[in-house]
C-alpha cells in the first residue's frame, strides 16, 4: 500500500492505492473535511464502488445467460491498484484486477485533481475485451459532521419531491416514502438511518452542499452524469456519507439481468466511459 499526496495551498489530499480511496482532505487552516474512520462506527472514508453499487439481489447478476456472483458494493473497494501518475495536485491510479464476479479484461482509472478549493475525481472505465460487459460505479465519500449530525443540512440545487426508497436488507422497494414536497433543505436527523441509507433516485438536482450551523464552512459536492443519490452515516457517529452513484440497489423483485437494471453502463469492446464528480471547500 501506498499513500500519495497531493494538494496546493487551499488543500492537501491523501489517497491511499488500496481501493484507490482518499484518506485526508485538510484545508490551510487545518481543519479535516474527510471523517478519519473510527472502526467504533465505520473504519472506511471514501470507497470506490464497482462494478457495481449497492446490493444486487441473491447478490449476484446474469448476463448473455450466465449467473455471475457479486458482493455489495463490488470488488475494487478492497483491491491494491497501480499508481498510475502522481504529480504535485493530482493522481491517477489504475485498476485491473479481475473477480469471479468480473472476469473481463478491463482498465479502471481514478483521477485526482486539485484546483483551487476543488477536488475533482473522474472515473474512466474501458474496455480491453473480446466480449461486453456491463458496470456501474459510484462514490462513497464520507464527510466529518463536527459538533453532531443534527446541526446539518443537506441543501439540494433544485426544489426536490424527496422519495426516499426504503431499504429492505440491501434491497429498496418499489413505493417510496415521501419526505418532503418542493424541498430545497433537508435537515439531518439521526432517525433517519436508523435503518440505513436515504435512497433519492429521483432527483433533479445534480448538486448538493452540506452546512452547518455551528460556522460557514460548507461542502459542494456535484454529480452530474450520476443519477442516485445516496445519504448515510451510522447513528452516533459523526460523519454523513454524500454518495453519487450511477445505479440504485436492486429491487426486491429484481429479475437480476443486469442490463434490465436502470444505471448500469452496457461498454463494447474497445468502448470508454467516463463519468465525474467533484467537492468544493467553502
Not at 466529518?144 to 446541526?151: I, Y
Not at 430545497?184 to 436508523?194: D, G, I, R
Request: glycine share 6%; charged share 25%.
Amino acid at each position: 500500500m501506498r499513500l500519495i499526496t497531493i494538494g496546493n495551498e487551499a488543500l492537501t489530499v491523501v489517497i491511499s492505492s488500496q481501493g484507490a480511496e482518499l484518506q485526508s482532505i485538510r484545508e490551510a487552516d487545518g481543519t479535516e473535511r474527510l471523517w478519519q474512520g473510527d472502526p467504533a462506527f465505520w473504519a472506511s472514508r471514501a470507497p470506490i464502488m464497482f462494478p457495481i453499487c449497492g446490493g444486487l439481489k441473491e447478490d449476484a447478476y446474469e448476463l448473455d445467460g450466465v449467473r455471475y456472483e457479486m458482493p455489495k458494493h463490488g470488488f475494487a473497494r478492497k483491491a491494491e491498484w497501480t499508481v498510475e501518475k502522481a504529480a504535485a495536485d493530482s493522481a491517477v491510479f489504475l485498476l485491473t484486477q479481475q473477480h469471479p464476479g468480473f472476469p473481463f479484461q478491463y482498465e479502471l482509472r481514478a483521477a485526482y485533481q486539485v484546483t483551487e478549493k476543488t477536488l475533482s475525481v473522474t472515473y474512466t472505465v474501458t474496455n480491453r475485451d473480446a466480449r461486453a460487459f456491463c458496470f456501474s460505479i459510484g462514490s462513497h465519500e464520507a464527510w466529518a459532521t463536527p459538533g453532531g449530525l443534527e446541526r446539518y443540512t443537506v441543501e439540494f440545487e433544485q426544489p426536490e419531491r424527496l422519495e426516499n426508497y426504503v431499504l429492505e436488507g440491501n434491497l429498496i422497494n418499489h413505493t417510496p416514502v415521501i419526505m418532503a414536497e418542493n424541498a430545497k433543505e433537508l435537515p439531518l436527523k439521526t432517525a433517519y438511518f436508523a435503518i440505513d441509507a436515504l435512497v433519492f433516485p429521483t432527483l433533479k438536482s445534480r448538486s448538493v452542499i452540506l452546512k452547518n450551523q455551528l460556522n460557514a464552512k460548507k461542502i459542494k459536492v456535484d454529480y452530474e452524469g450520476m443519477d442516485v443519490l445516496m445519504l448515510w452515516t451510522k447513528p452516533g457517529a459523526d460523519y454523513i456519507c454524500i454518495e453519487p452513484w450511477c445505479n440504485a440497489p436492486d429491487f426486491v423483485d429484481a429479475d437480476m439481468q443486469i442490463l434490465h437494471k436502470p444505471g448500469v453502463i452496457r461498454l463494447a469492446p474497445a468502448e470508454t466511459a467516463i463519468r465525474t464528480h467533484s467537492m468544493t471547500f467553502m
